[in-house]
DNA sequence: CTATCAAAGACTTCACATGCCTATAATAGC
DNA sequence: GCTATTATAGGCATGTGAAGTCTTTGATAG
């Protein structure tokens, strides 16, 4: 189990967005310099945080990416459900009655996690590093 | 990400096995039957578990499965970790300087989900529930 | 009008989970 | 010792999803 390279992606890619915040978008060209991967593929990612509402496009010349006016709001598990969707991390395969007692279990812990995730935003984490992404 | 099945039949196997504790051995036939799994590839699972000294096998007429006198110690993450693997959930793909700000914020959000399943025993589950697994 | 850029879709490749089948080894009961 | 039962091990098949490429289309600044 574990987390897709794409969330990486997303993860770096919007931390570096909150370091080059300014009013002029970041094309797709150097972000995926950035970080080692190819255009095409990590144009397919940020289609999908634009789609969420995180970040916004321009298309044509000098267009690109840039963040959104309420970015500040954003957490970790925001991103992350965008890219790995919402499905809880375990689904009982049997059908005994009515709840599964392990589920439970880890659900709850998968919850904990969540309630982490959920509570570091993207702006925290910015304040902190401000150096290189 | 999600846990894989193996994950699934290991634990609620474990729990089945604690609630038919006896001495007597139980078979794989059996306990596939139970989760409606083949025999074959249950016992593939079964065997890491063995390996991991979670339970013990016993060969030939009569022989199956059953724990292993330390087995109220064991936790819902010994079972996952067995079969999963121990490898951490998230691994950054950069090579920026020193260590990753984001993998440690997941990382962090990953021992809080580990801590939660590392407190809770397959003993403690097994009391609360007693009915059927 | 043209160069630049995002969006979308089809496609390939690869790894892994899931599962089956067969042979081998161990053991209880006769 | 013989036989039935059972775990162990290995290889094989299949499906699914991640990771990535390529191409076309559409939008836009200058």
């Not at 890219?83 to 279990?105: M, N, P, R, T, Y």
């Amino acid at each position: 189990m574990k987390y897709s390279k794409a969330t990486d992606y997303a993860l770096h890619t919007m931390l570096f967005l909150t370091a080059a915040t300014p009013n002029q978008p970041i094309g797709v060209q150097k972000l995926a310099e950035r970080l080692g991967v190819s255009a095409t593929y990590l144009s397919k990612i940020l289609t999908k945080l634009v789609k969420a509402g995180m970040i916004e496009s321009a298309s044509g010349a000098r267009g690109g990416y840039r963040l959104k006016r309420n970015w500040e709001n954003i957490s970790f598990l925001d991103i992350i459900h965008t890219i790995e969707g919402k499905a809880s991390l375990f689904d009982c395969s049997l059908d005994h009655g009515s709840e599964c007692a392990i589920q439970q279990v880890v659900l709850l812990a998968e919850e904990k996690m969540e309630d982490h995730l959920r509570n570091q935003t993207l702006a925290e984490l910015a304040k902190k590093v401000e150096v290189d992404v």
